[in-house]
């Protein structure tokens, strides 16, 4: 008897932001699972945004969180700020009509892969429902650019594929909390042509990475972005792909990381997949 079992590749937003930016970026990062450590300025940075997403979630399920800010200046001050900005957000509804989760999951399957988001806040009644995302770098982006990105059209596209919500009930709010002066916030309206734009662009990237992954099986490797490109100035495979000189630590840096035929593609298929 056929087995009818179908492996579906897990991807986040992430992802398909790398794969749009630079598809051999993608192969390197997630394939080859090549990196170099992060500075401890930005490592200190990243511990600091999670804390305060810890510090959010437990406060969403009632637990105490005095604790954390006692010990925690930054927290103690983006928490008091935000609460100003938002005391809605922070505030619970009386009724017991809506519905509020943070780190709410969920999962949508299109093509052969999963694609899988984690709202920070999903706040939802019989009228709309309220995607909210928490923020903890300095400086918000431009509106346009943070529309572009996979975050925004893929979070509200997969409560809209995977809900009863019609795309105008929908909405996603970004939190900055710690804009200069006082905590911002950008918020986008969904709608049904949004939508099938998403779904038309989503389609085309995950049938290209198909066949990208094909041809990687076969030995070749992800397209590159043009030369001229200014992605390539900021990327640490600038060496790897030959966008730029090698220094002679980078040549050894680079030998390092290197990995053979064989372990690439075992990587490949030891990429989170998971079985239907
Ligand atoms: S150096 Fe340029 S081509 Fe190479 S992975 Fe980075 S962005 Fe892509």
Redesign the pocket.
Known sequence: MLSTTTQLLRLSQGQLNLLEA?P??FQ?TYLEQLSSPLDPEHEERQTLGSRFHLLMQQREMGLPIDSFLQVDTQLQKWMSAFGNAAPEVLTPATNNQTFRESEHYRTLQVQDYLLTVIYDLLIADNQQAQILDWKTYPKPPSKSKLAQNWQTRLYMYVLAETSEYLPEKISMTYWFVQSEGKPQNIKFNYNAVQHGNTAKKLNQLLSKLTNWLKSYQNNEQFP??MED?K??DY?Q??TR?E?KKATDQEISNDNQLSVNGASLLQNLANIREISL
Do not use: G, L, Y
Request: aromatic residues 8%.
């Open positions: 630079c051999r970026k390197h590159q972005v490109s992605t390539c990327c495979f600038a792909c966008r």
